[in-house]
């Protein structure tokens, strides 16, 4: 059977949060008193670092939880060769992770989507996120190129719950065999597609993990192509 649905992360898929992750580690590394302040590139190697620390976390089973974050922020550091005292290492990772100024489209968003309609596929939005964020997606042009938005809040399950993708197989009368779900985050959506039997496609525009055991691409237009490829395998 080939692909007619495609799901996608919103939220570092479709959309980007500005100041850029590799920023606001230079930002967290200031607030927090840390030095050297690294540059862009040194901030790049801490984001893949404590990334790759996260997703071989994921593959041996353990849990994401603080201690493990707290792990992952002391390794991004030790890498970065950034030092200074830090009493809970995880509340730097809850400041990258949070203190952004504004989101916008990704590059190529609406390239891609558009591309994606006029061959064909059924698309649809599958974001962990309130209600409220469809109105974001609209502002953003995104609304008018997809079929249908699933919210976590809304649906009552967040990624990577298979109830979450399951719902969306329901509601949109798609099998797993002809759905793909494009995403940005190891955990929440190549393991979260994969319970339920959906093919994931890693989107790793930073390049954190180029060994990833499933379809991957770096940049939103390298997509359609790779469907066309995969559809008729």
């Not at 558009?114 to 409220?132: R, Y």
């Not at 649906?155 to 759905?179: N, S, W």
């Amino acid at each position: 059977m080939g692909i007619k649905l495609v799901l996608f992360d919103a939220g570092g898929t479709l959309t980007k949060v500005l100041p850029e992750r590799t920023e606001r580690i230079r930002q967290a590394c200031h607030y927090f008193n840390l030095s050297p302040i690294p540059d862009h590139e040194i901030a790049l190697l801490g984001l893949r670092t404590i990334e790759r620390f996260f997703i071989g976390a994921i593959q041996e089973g353990r849990m994401l939880d603080r201690e493990a974050v707290r792990e992952g922020v002391r390794l991004m550091l030790t890498e970065m060769g950034v030092s200074g005292r830090l009493d809970d290492p995880a509340l730097l990772w809850d400041f990258v992770q949070t203190q952004f100024e504004t989101e916008v489209l990704m590059d190529g968003a609406i390239e891609t989507l558009k591309a994606l309609k006029d061959q064909g596929f059924i698309l649809a939005v599958a974001s962990n996120a309130t209600p409220n964020y469809e109105a974001i997606l609209r502002s953003l042009g995104i609304t008018e190129y997809v079929d249908a938005i699933f919210l976590s809040d809304v649906v009552g399950y967040a990624k990577p719950d298979p109830r979450f993708f399951q719902f969306i197989l329901e509601q949109m009368k798609a099998v797993p065999e002809e759905t793909v779900h494009v995403g940005n985050s190891y955990w929440h959506d190549v393991i979260g597609a994969r319970r339920v039997g959906i093919l994931p496609v890693y989107f790793d525009r930073h390049g954190i993990f180029p060994d990833a055991d499933c379809p991957r691409i770096t940049r939103l237009q390298e997509l359609p192509s790779l469907l066309q490829r995969l559809s008729h395998k």
